[in-house]
C-alpha cells in the first residue's frame, strides 16, 4: 500500500521543514515539497510535526520475577508503546541461572511472536558467565542482540560480581557488543536492607532510603573503572541522581567512551511518592529508586548537555493489587517497576520542549534517533529519509490529555503519573506504512511487529 503524508512539519534530530513524505513497501520512498506521486491513502498533516518512531531501548515486557510476571506481554505493551508513539522497543531477556542465552533468546522470542505490536528487539541479561558461556556472547551478536546487562546489584539473583563483569566487557572489547550496566552496590545495599527490616522500618519508602545516591555512584565509578580497563565503551542505565551523573561528567570529560540514560520517572516523580499514605508508595517502587526532587535539574542539565543521551522508560510493570501489595509487610519484597511506555513522548514533548528544557531536536533526539543510533537500528530506525522505514508519528502540538490509569492503555491498575496534564499527542502512527494508531484509534494488529536484528554499536555519536 502507497501512502502520502503531505504538508507536514518533519521534525527529526538536526532538521525541522514541511514537505510531503510518499511511503512504498513500507519504506520512505520520497520527501519533498509538492511531490507528485498518487498514492492508495493520503493523509493530510498540515500544522502537525512528523517525527520518526519513538524507539524505547529499556522495557521487561513478561518479566519473570519470582511467581509472578511483569502485568504486561508483549501484546499489551506493545500496543500501549504504540499509543504513545513508540514504534520499536528494546526488551530484556534473561539468560536465568543455569540457561545458556541461546535458550533464553528463544524464549523471548516465544513471547513477542505472535504478539508484538511493533517492532523489537532484544538485550541480554546474563547472570552467569563460565568460560565456556563465552561463545554465547558471540552467537548473541550474529543473531542480531548485540547488548548485553550485566547487574551489580540483587546479589543471589541477578549480580554478578566483578570478575565476571570484567570477563564480558573484555569479549564485548573483542566482539563489538556494547555493555549496559545496572549500577548499584548490591553487596551494601543488602546489608542496609536487612539491618532496616531488623529494626522494624518495613513501609515502601525505606526501599528509597536503604539505597543511597551513594551506592549508585560508587556502581557506577567502578562500572567505569572495569569498562577502562577493557577498553570498551559502556552504557549507564536507568541514571537517577546528580551524584551518578558527576560520575558519568567527569569520565565523559576525560573523553572516556561513557554513555547513559534516564528515565521519565527520575525526571517528574521523587522519593516524596514513596510517602504516599494506604501503601499507595509501593507504586513508585522502582530501582534505583526516586531520588529528592533536586536532582531532577541536575537530570534535565545532564540532557541538555549531552551527559545523558537518551531517555527510555524501563517500562516493568506490576499492579498495585495482587503484585505490589506481595511486600504490604516488607518493603523488599515489593515487585521492583513502574509502568511508563505509554508516557515517555508526551511527558518529554509537554515538560521537556513545551517548557523550555530542551529543543524539539533534541526531543527526538534523546526519544528516537540517539536510542537507534547507539542501538544499532539506524538509519533503519531513529529518521526520517529515504530508504528509512516508514514509522512515523504525526503529532499535533496542540491537542492535551490528561493521563490517567482509567484511559491508558498499558495492563497495569495503576498509572505513576495519574492527572498530568500533557499538551502534544500522537495522533496517527504508522509502523513500516501501515497506520496502527488513527487518531488516537487502535488500528493495527498484533503479530504485525518484527524482530529487529540489530548491527553492532558503531562509534557514531560522542
Ligand atoms: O525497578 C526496576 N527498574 N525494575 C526493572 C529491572 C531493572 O533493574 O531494570
Ligand atoms: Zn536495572
Ligand atoms: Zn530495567
Partial sequence: MSVMIRNGRIVTADENYIADIFIEQEKVTAIG???????????????????????????????????????????????????????????????????????????????????????????????????????????MIDQGITSFKLFMAYPGVLMVDDSTILKAMKKAAENGGLICMHAEDGNKIEAIVRKTIAEGKTLPIYHALTRPPTTEAEAVQRAIDLAEEANVPVYIVHVSSQDALQKIIEARDKKAKVFAETCPQYLFLSIDDLEKPDFEGA?????????ERWNQDKLWDGIKNNHLQIVSTDHCPFNFHGQKDLGINDFSEIPNGGPGIENRLHLLFDRGVLKERITINQWVAIISTTPAKLFGLFPKKGTIEVDSDADLVIWDPNKTHTISARTHHMRVDYSMYEGFKVQGFAEIVLLRGEVIINRGEWSGRSGRGRFIKRNKYTEIIE
Fill in 283 to 291: 507504586k513508585y517502587v522502582l530501582t534505583p529508586p526516586l531520588r
Fill in 33 to 139: 515539497v509538492g511531490l507528485p506521486y498518487k498514492a492508495e491513502k493520503i493523509i493530510d498533516a498540515a500544522g502537525k510535526y512528523i517525527i520518526p518512531g519513538g524507539v524505547d531501548v529499556h522495557t521487561h515486557l513478561d518479566m519473570p520475577l519470582g511467581n509472578i510476571s511483569s502485568s504486561d506481554d508483549f501484546e499489551t505493551g506493545t500496543r500501549a508503546a504504540a499509543f504513545g508513539g513508540t514504534t520499536t522497543i528494546i526488551d530484556y531477556a534473561t539468560q536465568l541461572k543455569g540457561m545458556r542465552m541461546q535458550d533464553a533468546f528463544a524464549a523471548w522470542r516465544k513471547k513477542a511472536e505472535g504478539k508484538a505490536c511493533i517492532d523489537y528487539g532484544f538485550h541480554m541479561i546474563i547472570t552467569e558467565l563460565p568460560d565456556d558461556y563465552l561463545n554465547d556472547m558471540d552467537e
